[in-house]
């Protein structure tokens, strides 16, 4: 098991601290999250049919999830303000598994990587579905949020090896 000085957020007397990243090159970095709303066959049939009365989910939920990763650093407290350059969320409805799968995409060119933006992203735009469908179904379950892959940085690019 790692101890705190093995993580680069505690300073020497083991409490929070934001990293310096002042020395980290400036390159180009992105990084695609997903998540997944898991729906009874009523609501994807709305979502499906633009039967929400909240109005187009899909649309919302796409609007939402690129102004949270706009928003991510308000959000993560040791999160690092960044000029992000592109965020692209993509919603697919999955006929068979009764869901919304969210893939979001970020980009900045910077000194520090962008997978807290796009996760927060999924997760603004699984929130948002959650949302807009609420008043027809209470127990949608929102799963799979994940980091599918990154580039960029001194860790070098990932990856995920399986799907979800």
Not at 89 to 112: F, H, P, Q
């Amino acid at each position: 098991m790692e101890n705190k000085k093995d993580f680069t957020h505690f300073n020497e007397q083991g409490r929070a601290k934001m990293v310096s990243v002042s020395d980290k090159p400036v390159n180009l970095r992105t990084a695609t999250a997903a998540a997944r709303v898991i729906l009874n066959s009523e609501t994807f049939s709305l979502i499906v049919s633009g039967g929400i009365k909240k109005g187009d989910v899909l649309t919302v939920a796409q609007i939402a999830g690129i102004m949270g990763a706009k928003k991510t650093p308000e959000l993560i407290p040791m999160c690092h303000p960044v000029a992000i350059s592109g965020a692209d969320i993509n919603l697919r409805l999955d006929e068979a598994r009764l869901s919304v799968l969210i893939s979001a995409t970020v980009s900045c060119e910077g000194k520090t990587g962008v997978e807290m933006e796009a996760l927060t992203a999924a997760c603004v735009a699984a929130l948002t579905v959650y949302d807009m469908c609420k008043a027809v179904q209470k127990d949608i379950l929102i799963s799979d949020i994940c980091l599918l892959s990154k580039t960029g940085g001194v860790h070098g690019d990932f990856v995920r090896e399986e799907n979800i």
